[in-house]
């Protein structure tokens, strides 16, 4: 009888795994800089140093992984807000420049709001695997945002980058 009782909840429980999505989407909200994301695991956030061409900023980013596809928020407070548009050049090249890739020509779903929008879409290697990088880099007032998906051109599907992109709402 406890060997049946073991068996079934063994069963049981090889159900429930199978059943679980793997894209469990959550909300997630920045600490310093407010902003809120869904993202699709348990998000780990982490803050450096950055150089935005010549402007040193603390950024923190808000990121979660999954088969190898990373969904990230950074954020940074700038000393000055006419400076944005400057900053948000220099993240889109030093995106693009991460995975040695060139700009291409697609879509970001949703809109940003923001003072200042620059959506960013790329195809490149890095770690020699084909990757696509899509980004929204978004200024408010003196605050910028780095909203960005990147990972193997197989793994990133249009549902999940929607869901992503448009459930991205700074304060």
Known sequence: MRILRLAVL???LALLAACSPKYNWREA???KIQFTVLLPAKPASFSR?????G????MTMTAAEIDGVTFAVGAAEL??????PKALESMRTALINNIGGTARDTPIPGKADGDHTLDVSATGVARGQPM??????VARDKRIYQ????????????ENIETFF???KPA
């Open 147 to 158: 909203v960005l998906v990147v990972g193997g051109d197989k793994a990133v599907t249009p």
């Open 166 to 168: 448009t459930s991205f």
């Open 132 to 137: 696509i990088l899509m980004a929204r880099l």
């Open 49 to 53: 140093q950055i150089d935005l061409n």
């Open 10 to 12: 063994a069963c049981s």
């Open 79 to 84: 000393s000055d807000a006419a400076q944005t």
């Open 55 to 58: 402007m040193p900023v603390m």
């Open 29 to 31: 909200h920045g600490d």
